[in-house]
């Protein structure tokens, strides 16, 4: 009998998805009929809006879009992306340069997969959302992680980049809302970074799936357009998930220099092919249309990021900055790990989140999931009463700690 394991070294080691487990665990004892509040999953509450619905069920008509379509992405779409990203960034590209993908995550695999040789470092300012540094691995790159806390607002200076150099780094990736922070870089900090890796030559690899979502004060800043010294070495992530309310229609993008959308064009005509042809068609109509429904959807998540940080502060041994942009929240819970609660003393905010689930059923994501242990992500991308009633239930039970 073979003693060779059955499943890759490379496999083997991606770890599964601590969001998705999260929810789909909290899922699973809601249907064992328990009333659990999940804080888990990134995903809007609002059902994607209707003109786009009424686009994909025409597209699904035509007897055009039944047959395979260009690996790259529909033409009309590679063209209204490059239109919407002048529109939103200020940012010019050719539709050549755009390469439609199976959701933002594709996009996130295919641009390491391309960019990176076995070695090459990526510099990751942490907390991370989960999906970068098993992308990163299976294209054999080396993380080094850039770490952030509550005290900087979960925002990194130029100095520490500096600091985590070295003449293997190739690639800054640069997230701007952040996910699962919420932490958005100035018009100057964002300006500054491009700058210094533009004097560095790294590539700078930009995910602004939530570009439109910022709140107070803030405003989204492209990299590209803020650091123009960069030119041709910066690569822009995106997609409708978060915009429009799009989950589960699966397209996001990639936008760069032609060798880059090209190679990363051939590595997918293998993989997939073509993103379903009515879901572009639905694409096309979201990213052709005007931002009303995004404002509508805006508005009710500053309501709850308000209500979220009051509720969550005022919680004792949990101390929540105010997110700027995106719709998580991520407090620190440094200050209640170690002590009793329930007769029970967990010894990590994973252990916590864990009680958590089991005594005051509300789901949530421990920070172990983005690479800083002792902290929470909370999505408040849910209905209000849902987020009032778990905050509270949350709260009730941490008061309790000792």
């Given at each position: 009998?073979s003693?060779r394991p059955r499943?890759?070294?490379?496999?083997?080691?991606?770890?599964?998805?601590?969001?998705l487990?999260v929810d789909?665990k909290?899922?699973a004892?809601?249907?064992?009929?328990?009333?659990v509040?999940?804080?888990g999953?990134?995903?809007p509450?609002?059902?994607?809006?209707g003109?786009i619905?009424e686009a994909?069920i025409?597209a699904?008509?035509?007897p055009r879009?039944?047959?395979?379509?260009p690996?790259?992405?529909?033409?009309?779409?590679?063209?209204?992306?490059?239109d919407?990203t002048r529109?939103?960034?200020?940012?010019a590209?050719e539709?050549?340069?755009?390469?439609?993908?199976?959701?933002g995550?594709?996009?996130v695999?295919?641009?390491?997969a391309?960019?990176l040789?076995p070695?090459?470092e990526v510099l990751?300012?942490?907390?991370?959302?989960t999906?970068?540094p098993?992308?990163?691995?299976?294209a054999?790159?080396?993380?080094?992680d850039v770490v952030?806390?509550?005290?900087?607002?979960?925002l990194?200076?130029?100095e520490q980049l500096?600091?985590?150099r070295?003449e293997r780094?190739?690639?800054?990736?640069?997230?701007?809302p952040?996910?699962?922070?919420?932490?958005?870089y100035s018009?100057?900090?964002?300006?500054?970074i491009?700058?210094?890796?533009a004097?560095?030559?790294?590539?700078v690899?930009?995910?602004?799936?939530?570009?439109?979502l910022?709140?107070g004060?803030?405003?989204?800043?492209?990299i590209a357009?803020?650091a123009?010294?960069?030119g041709?070495?910066?690569?822009i992530?995106?997609?409708v998930?978060k915009t429009?309310?799009m989950?589960?229609?699966r397209?996001?993008w990639?936008?760069g220099?032609?060798?880059?959308v090209?190679?990363?064009t051939?590595?997918?005509?293998?993989?997939t092919?073509?993103?379903?042809?009515?879901s572009?068609m639905?694409?096309?109509?979201a990213?052709s249309g005007?931002?009303s429904?995004v404002?509508?959807m805006?508005?009710?998540f500053?309501?709850?990021?308000?209500?979220?940080?009051?509720?969550?502060?005022?919680i004792?041994?949990?101390?929540c900055p105010?997110?700027?942009g995106a719709?998580y929240a991520?407090?620190?819970?440094k200050?209640l790990?170690?002590?009793?609660l329930r007769?029970?003393?967990?010894?990590s905010s994973g252990?916590l989140?864990?009680?958590?689930l089991?005594?005051?059923?509300v789901?949530v994501?421990?920070g172990e999931?983005?690479?800083t242990p002792?902290?929470f992500?909370l999505?408040?991308?849910?209905g209000?009463?849902?987020l009032?009633?778990?905050?509270s239930?949350m709260?009730k039970l941490l008061s309790e700690?000792?």
């Amino acid at each position: 009998m073979s003693t060779r394991p059955r499943i890759s070294a490379r496999i083997s080691a991606i770890s599964e998805s601590a969001t998705l487990a999260v929810d789909a665990k909290a899922k699973a004892m809601k249907a064992a009929g328990r009333p659990v509040i999940g804080f888990g999953a990134g995903e809007p509450d609002f059902s994607t809006p209707g003109y786009i619905v009424e686009a994909a069920i025409q597209a699904a008509r035509e007897p055009r879009f039944h047959k395979y379509t260009p690996a790259g992405g529909l033409p009309e779409l590679k063209q209204a992306i490059a239109d919407k990203t002048r529109r939103d960034s200020g940012y010019a590209v050719e539709a050549s340069q755009v390469l439609v993908t199976n959701g933002g995550k594709q996009a996130v695999y295919e641009v390491f997969a391309t960019l990176l040789d076995p070695g090459d470092e990526v510099l990751v300012v942490a907390p991370y959302w989960t999906t970068y540094p098993e992308a990163i691995k299976l294209a054999g790159g080396v993380q080094v992680d850039v770490v952030t806390d509550e005290s900087t607002g979960y925002l990194a200076s130029v100095e520490q980049l500096e600091a985590a150099r070295t003449e293997r780094t190739k690639v800054l990736l640069f997230v701007s809302p952040s996910n699962p922070t919420g932490a958005v870089y100035s018009p100057e900090e964002t300006a500054a970074i491009g700058r210094w890796a533009a004097e560095h030559g790294l590539w700078v690899v930009t995910d602004e799936i939530y570009e439109h979502l910022v709140y107070g004060g803030a405003e989204f800043t492209s990299i590209a357009t803020a650091a123009p010294e960069l030119g041709d070495r910066v690569v822009i992530l995106n997609g409708v998930a978060k915009t429009y309310a799009m989950t589960g229609w699966r397209v996001g993008w990639l936008i760069g220099p032609s060798d880059v959308v090209k190679a990363a064009t051939n590595l997918q005509s293998h993989a997939t092919s073509n993103v379903s042809n009515v879901s572009q068609m639905a694409a096309l109509a979201a990213v052709s249309g005007d931002l009303s429904a995004v404002a509508e959807m805006r508005t009710a998540f500053d309501r709850r990021r308000q209500t979220i940080v009051r509720m969550l502060n005022e919680i004792p041994g949990v101390f929540c900055p105010e997110p700027k942009g995106a719709f998580y929240a991520y407090p620190s819970v440094k200050e209640l790990v170690g002590k009793e609660l329930r007769g029970r003393r967990p010894q990590s905010s994973g252990e916590l989140a864990e009680l958590i689930l089991e005594e005051a059923e509300v789901a949530v994501v421990p920070g172990e999931a983005f690479g800083t242990p002792g902290y929470f992500r909370l999505s408040y991308a849910l209905g209000d009463d849902d987020l009032v009633e778990g905050v509270s239930r949350m709260g009730k039970l941490l008061s309790e700690a000792r």
